[in-house]
């Protein structure tokens, strides 16, 4: 069943999608070299505190963690732990969620170390701009399936793959609800999309092909064939005058 969220209710979840916002702008000004992945966690935990924010993936399904930092080939879910430091030219993504006033929010970004070739820095700002093509299909009356193909077909249009193994979901009151959100598919399949509606949409694109595994830590998500993928996400909910992205800063989220 997809829960339709109310007036007040997306206003809670526009506060935190604000505060999630804020929050992971902070942590990706810390994505340097030489930088533990695990100062991350401990920041995110902290700034957390400050805006009476819950960290969403901490102790879900036993994740360990309050955020996922995952490095070039691996995808998603990846540790931020002290072994694993930033270097000059990785492609870094940070996936975080958060419960602010009983509403789960969740976003995730992926930036260069320092400077990068130009083959990643095509990848980022592809794979950027395919989140935003996704999002500009979330409209009522359009299907899941309509974000979905636009996210698959830039994917391959550019070169790129779309993993299919994990893929967006509903958020509310809990991280994930319905409907499932695929970043593969034909534009016929899927729930249509309602007024109040909150989506999380998260293409995870690939240099080479979109095949992946699960490391020996239980988690973390790697690519077969060891080339770098990236990892955008936003909250966004569905409204009369189109999308509305709730992961934004405060007065720029209105619409
Ligand atoms: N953005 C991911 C998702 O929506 C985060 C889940 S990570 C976990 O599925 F640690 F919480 F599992
Ligand atoms: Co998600």
Request: net charge negative; proline share 4%.
């Amino acid at each position: 069943m997809i829960i339709l969220k109310s007036k007040r209710e997306i206003e809670i979840m526009r506060e935190g999608g604000s505060i999630l916002y804020n929050i992971l702008s902070d942590l990706l000004k810390e994505v340097k070299e030489g930088v533990e992945s695990s100062y991350l966690n401990i920041l995110a935990e902290e700034l957390m505190e400050n805006y009476n924010a819950k960290p969403a993936f901490k102790g879900y399904r036993g994740y360990p963690y309050s955020i996922c930092v995952s490095i070039n080939d691996e995808v998603i879910h990846g540790f931020p732990i002290k072994e694993k430091v930033f270097k000059e030219g990785d492609v870094v993504s940070i996936d975080i969620g958060i419960i602010y006033k009983g509403y789960y929010t969740d976003m995730a970004y992926s930036v260069p170390v320092g400077e990068v070739d130009d083959e990643k820095r095509k990848l980022l700002e592809t794979g950027e701009k395919i989140l935003f093509q996704g999002i500009s299909e979330a409209t009522i009356g359009n299907r899941i399936g309509n974000i979905s193909n636009t996210i698959e077909t830039n994917a391959l249009k550019n070169g790129y793959s779309v993993v299919k193994e994990f893929i967006g979901h509903g958020v509310g009151k809990k991280l994930h609800e319905e409907p499932e959100v695929p970043n593969f598919g034909s534009k016929d399949n899927g729930p249509i999309l309602k007024e109040g509606m909150v989506i999380a949409i998260e293409p995870m694109i690939c240099m080479g092909k979109g095949d992946v595994y699960v490391a020996n830590d239980g988690w973390t998500v790697k690519t077969k064939d060891g080339k770098i993928s990236v990892h955008f996400e936003h909250t966004v909910v569905i409204t009369n005058n189109g999308p509305s992205i709730l992961t934004l800063p405060g007065k720029q989220n209105e619409r």
